[in-house]
């Protein structure tokens, strides 16, 4: 016997299949939206459908954008020759948020993969070649994530990035700040000692 009229289990079940969210999250949701005024609903229903709409890669670095080219690709002051290969959207904005970066990205949209069917032509990555013909790149800085695909590919990138005489560098990793020595695991201290850096006055 089903708990809600249909209208509402229809919403929960459309809510249950997104990412994170459970049975019990759709339904706190799903009754929030109910009990909101109709202009919520409508708010984001409204915004499901553009984003479906307008949203697209960009040409150039293959991130989410709404106009051609994004954003970060046609700032001129961020036409520094310096690029940062990320692995997906959600990597890129998360170094832009920190403020750090202020140069150019691509977007690879995925790692290699072997056992998991996803080889070099399953990513962005002749995309990324291709760029270094076209643009006046200095530097590639490898910002894959620490897991055992997104080491493989570094390295693979590597390779083919330093065939083409261009400065490749890797982004640190290793012990978090605020992190405690003794619960670190043993991938993690290892990178942490072949990433120190010397202590500067």
Request: contains cysteine; charged residues 25%; neutral net charge.
């Amino acid at each position: 016997m089903k708990i809600y009229p249909k209208p509402l289990e229809d919403l929960i079940a459309q809510l249950s299949k997104l990412p994170g969210i459970g049975q019990k999250s759709a339904s706190r949701v799903a009754l929030y939206i109910l009990r909101s005024r109709k202009e919520l609903a409508e708010g984001l229903a409204a915004s499901l459908l553009e984003v479906k709409d307008k949203i697209r890669f960009c040409p150039v670095c293959f991130n989410f954008t709404d106009s051609e080219p994004c954003a970060i690709c046609s700032d001129s002051n961020r036409a520094n020759g310096v690029l940062c290969v990320v692995e997906g959207p959600g990597d890129q904005m998360a170094i832009e948020e920190t403020g750090v970066f202020n140069g150019r990205y691509h977007v690879l949209h995925g790692v290699l993969s072997p056992l998991d069917g996803v080889g070099p032509e399953d990513l962005k990555i002749g995309e990324l070649m291709a760029r270094l013909e076209r643009e006046d790149i200095r530097e590639v800085i490898l910002a894959t994530n620490p897991t055992a695909q997104g080491e493989a590919t570094a390295h693979f990138l590597a390779g083919l990035l330093v065939d083409k005489g261009v400065k490749v560098t890797r982004i640190a990793m290793g012990v978090p700040m605020g992190g405690d020595l003794k619960y670190m695991d043993s991938m993690t201290l290892k990178h942490s000692f072949k990433s120190r850096v010397e202590v500067e006055k």
